[in-house]
């Protein structure tokens, strides 16, 4: 296929780390003389391709080699082994801002860019009116980019990144450092140069963002490939990985961790509960607690898999108490994108404390009524119970189950609906002249 | 590694246009945050010029040599030493000097010596004309002998690429090499026929420091204006400058080529 924009194959980037600074010159220099050096594998057999006018994200922890893999395409960093095949001009936001010569004022050094990537004094004129437009930052170009705030920083250099007619353009996690208004202009921009045939490759920690706007994913551990597929799938996935680490570090600090360890999975879990057996893999948590069933019914009380746009539906759960403890309880409807739009929990709704308090094998039967005014669709219902660490930031997850259970929504047949949740408004039109 | 030092030169030669703007953005840069401006690339020079005459005129009671005005004999040299040293120690050092491009953009960083070559070539030009201008005004005619001038000029660059080349990629591994650099210009400075006038030495001494490939070009500035002697003419001399300088030119090139994928990992 000839629309391959990026071909990494194989590729390694080994730091070599030396006892002294002058073995690396020797070594550099000589390389028969074999210095002794110990080797870092930042990336190890790394390989994917990217396809014309894709937005491609690249996850993974911090030091898992996303940056790495970043640089070494853009061409900063020079492989160890392996080779990148790039077809096209690449313009790229690497970590904070691009090359930008701090002392520069931001006119000069958007001329400086355009040298760089072989676009003339002259042609880059033409596109001063548009970069200065897209970034915002009034007089402050005239001023040296030193004196920037770092989210005036990355808007030039993300207004210069995008108007120099970028084959491939290379985000960092940059933007995180812009407002939101910012990160939403970006975003827009992203994709409407993906649908002029630009290729993105984007660096995030935000899964939202992979979600809405990357259709694949790389996930990088360690300097391998986890699993490249769907973004949708793959923002799962490092969500689920952070939770267990999130719930791995609470647990040391509770010093509980020995005791719970031994049988973490499926610790908890029968096996001969249909339930359990379907949602085995989208599950996790400490498992003092579990969720035994979830259903939907319609209003008419009967379980339904099509729901009328919105019905008043029942969402019920059961859970089953295999300690003394109190834990809160929610639910996430999530649209086919897993983004989670309408929810609720025990606390949200004031149900008591917010909390239920059961004994070792007490179960409970949990109802949610509410109304589903969402578009059509297919929407997947995600269950959390959890303890809270750190009152309303942080919890410990004791179980949470994706895909607990699945509805498909109908079109609203009076009006189209042209957003993904509608609330009831309180309208008046009236006459002012 | 013929090929491949071939392959490093042809890539340069690719980067031409990119390697003018980048000189041209290089001049601009370095005097726009000053007040004074460009001024200074010319007010320096000219103030160690004034120093100099003062000096050896008035203080030493120079004679004038070989029948030319102290002034007229030192500034060809000191002006062609001045650039070299200009363009050794600015020109080592620019890696650093641009290692935020080296790590966030993607180009041929080799270009960046003879960017700053380039860049400090704009007032040497100014200052070979000021070479024209002070003969001319304690009236000698131009000849064509002068404009070999232009030659020798070429030929301290192809000098300057290599010991660059070298000096650069050096620097980016040890901070040691800038001091190491200041050490040899000030050497440099009065090992050349600079101040003092070869002739008058033992023929030994004159030997060795005939061996500094600056000699040749300090003493051929020289001969450009004053002498009225061809290039072609000392060849003993002109072999030696043109073997070290190849010499030079191919370990640089070789050094920096090797040095190169390591750049960004360091900085």
């Given amino acids: 296929m000839n629309d391959i924009m990026i071909d990494v194959k194989e590729v390694t980037k080994i730091y070599k780390i030396y006892n002294r600074t002058r073995d690396r010159i020797l070594d550099a220099a000589f390389p028969f003389l074999h210095i002794k050096h110990t080797d870092f594998y930042a990336l190890s057999h790394v390989s994917f391709q990217v396809h014309k006018g894709e937005i491609v994200g690249i996850i993974g922890k911090n030091g898992s080699g996303k940056s790495t893999i970043l640089k070494i395409i853009t061409g900063v960093l020079i492989p160890s082994g392996g080779s990148v095949i790039v077809n096209g001009r690449i313009s790229s936001i690497l970590e904070l801002g691009t090359g930008f010569n701090m002392d520069y004022t931001g006119i000069e050094n958007i001329y400086l860019n355009g040298i760089i990537l072989g676009i003339s004094r002259e042609e880059m004129k033409k596109r001063i009116p548009q970069i200065l437009e897209f970034a915002d930052i009034g007089d402050f170009v005239y ?16 207004a210069v990144a995008i108007n120099v007619d970028p084959d491939i353009l290379i985000v960092d996690e940059a933007l995180a450092v ?69 719930n791995q570090e609470h647990l040391e600090i509770m010093e509980r961790q020995k005791e719970i360890q031994k049988e973490r999975k499926g610790k908890n879990i029968d096996y001969n509960n249909e339930f359990a057996r379907k949602v085995d893999i989208f599950r996790e948590g400490t498992g ?24 008043k539906v029942t969402i019920e759960m059961q859970i089953e108490f295999f300690e003394d403890i109190e834990v809160g309880l929610g639910y996430h409807i999530r649209d086919n994108k897993n983004m989670e739009l309408l929810g609720s929990t025990l606390a949200l709704e004031k149900i008591g404390k917010g909390v239920i308090k059961g004994k070792r094998g007490e179960r409970f039967r949990i109802k949610f009524r509410t109304l589903l005014p969402i578009l059509e669709g297919v929407y997947n219902i995600m269950l959390v119970m959890s303890v809270p660490v750190i009152a309303n930031k942080t919890v410990l997850f004791v179980d949470l189950v994706n895909n607990a259970a699945i509805f498909e929504v109908g079109e609203n047949i009076e009006t189209k609906l042209w957003n993904k949740v509608h609330l009831d408004n309180e309208v008046t039109v009236e006459r002012i002249n | 590694m013929l090929n491949k030092l071939i392959g490093f030169l042809i890539d340069i030669w690719r980067e031409r246009k990119t390697i003018l703007d980048l000189a041209k953005n290089d001049f601009r840069a370095k005097y726009t945050n000053s007040i004074l401006g460009i ?51 600015s020109a080592s050092g620019c890696l650093w000097e641009y290692s935020y491009m080296i790590k966030k953009m993607c180009f041929r960083v080799s270009v960046l010596p003879i960017v700053k070559l380039i860049s400090a070539g704009f007032v040497h030009m100014f200052f070979i004309f000021v070479i024209f201008v002070m003969f001319g005004l304690y009236g000698y005619k131009v000849s064509i002998y002068n404009f070999q001038v232009l030659y020798y000029f070429l030929s301290m660059d192809i000098l300057l690429m290599g010991l660059t080349w070298l000096c650069s990629a050096l620097a980016v591994f040890s901070k040691d090499i800038s001091n190491v650099i200041s050490v040899i210009l000030q050497v440099g400075f009065w090992a050349t026929p600079i101040v003092w006038v070869p002739n008058n030495l033992p023929e030994k001494v004159n030997i060795i420091l005939k061996c500094n490939p600056m000699y040749y070009i300090c003493n051929g500035y020289r001969e450009s204006f004053i002498y009225h002697k061809w290039f072609w003419e000392n060849k003993a001399e002109c072999f030696y400058f043109w073997g070290i300088t190849v010499v030079v030119f191919v370990i640089g090139a070789n050094m920096f080529r090797r040095l190169r994928p390591q750049f960004a990992d360091v900085m």
């Fill in chain 1, 288 to 311: 003092e607690v579990r969720f035994i069933a979830c259903k939907v019914f319609n209003e008419n009380g009967k379980e339904e898999y099509y729901i009328k746009y919105n019905e």
């Fill in chain 2, 39 to 89: 001024v200074w690339a010319f007010v320096v020079p000219f103030s160690t010029i004034l120093i100099m005459w003062f000096v050896f005129e008035f203080g030493f009671r120079s004679v004038p040599v070989d029948d030319v005005p102290f002034i007229l004999f030192y500034i060809p040299a000191f002006l062609a030493w001045n650039y070299f040293s200009d363009v050794f120690s």
């Fill in chain 1, 143 to 158: 001023q040296p980019v030193k004196n920037y705030s770092s989210g005036m920083f990355v808007r030039l250099a993300f």
């Fill in chain 1, 178 to 246: 812009g407002d939101t208004a910012f990160q939403a202009k970006c975003m827009a921009k992203m994709e409407q140069l993906m649908k002029s045939g630009t290729t993105i490759l984007f660096v995030t920690h935000d899964m939202n963002t992979v979600r809405t706007l990357c259709k694949r994913c790389v996930y990088l551990e360690n300097g391998r490939i986890l699993s490249e597929g769907p973004a949708a799938e793959l923002a799962d996935l490092y969500l689920h990985k952070t939770r267990v680490s999130m």
